[in-house]
């Protein structure tokens, strides 16, 4: 099995001096999604990855939301290996999705980039944080914003329409949902 992923969204002037930023064309690195790299936005979250098998893993796209942590479950089931109590307890196991076997991923998923973020399915809640809402050195919105910031991922793959005002039960729903997750002790609590 290969698994290819990065470890955080794209960046085109992060220091080095390789011409990406002149070069860049009408190339979109972040693709449909707001943000980058240091960006509580999914372009600064979300991550390619490939997962390839020769004869095993299925040929397709999958939308099961999943973390790099959940790498350790996955593969300790894979291999046989029994995961010890309390080891790993953040890590689900995802092995059916990385297969493409499934669709299922995790329900929730916390994120972080200068603040915290809650995912829950489609809907994405960016917790308010102090800050530039644009990151000069790296030319990238951060998603900092002093208001509490939700979106419908399915509807809304560009965070363009923070709906924290036309859905107050949802906006709600998910700072309590961070807030358990920030103050309790999560540990395999199911998402």
């Avoid at 010890?84 to 890590?91: C, I, L, R, V, W």
């Avoid at 915290?116 to 530039?132: C, D, M, S, T």
């Avoid at 991922?153 to 036309?166: R, T």
Wanted: net charge negative; hydrophobic share 35%; aromatic share 8%.
């Amino acid at each position: 099995m290969i698994i290819f992923s990065s470890d955080n969204g794209p960046v085109l002037d992060d220091g080095y001096q390789d011409r990406a930023v002149g070069e860049i064309g009408d190339h979109l690195p972040g693709g449909p999604f707001r943000g980058g790299k240091y960006s509580a936005f999914e372009a600064g979250t979300r991550v390619p990855m490939i997962v390839w098998w020769s004869g095993v893993v299925k040929t397709g796209v999958s939308n099961a939301l999943m973390t790099q942590v959940d790498f350790f479950a996955s593969l300790a089931r894979l291999t046989g290996y029994q995961l010890k109590n309390q080891e790993a307890p953040d890590s689900f196991d995802h092995l059916d999705a990385l297969l493409g076997n499934s669709e299922q991923g995790r329900n929730v998923m916390l994120e972080e980039s200068r603040t915290l973020a809650v995912r829950q399915n489609e809907w994405k809640y960016i917790k308010p944080q102090q800050g530039p809402s644009l990151l000069k050195l790296v030319n990238i919105e951060s998603g900092l914003s002093m208001n509490d910031q939700l979106y419908n991922l399915n509807m809304d793959k560009g965070e363009k329409n923070n709906l924290a005002n036309d859905c107050p039960e949802k906006l709600q729903e998910l700072k309590e949902l961070l807030r358990g997750i920030t103050e309790k002790d999560h540990t395999r609590a199911g998402f």
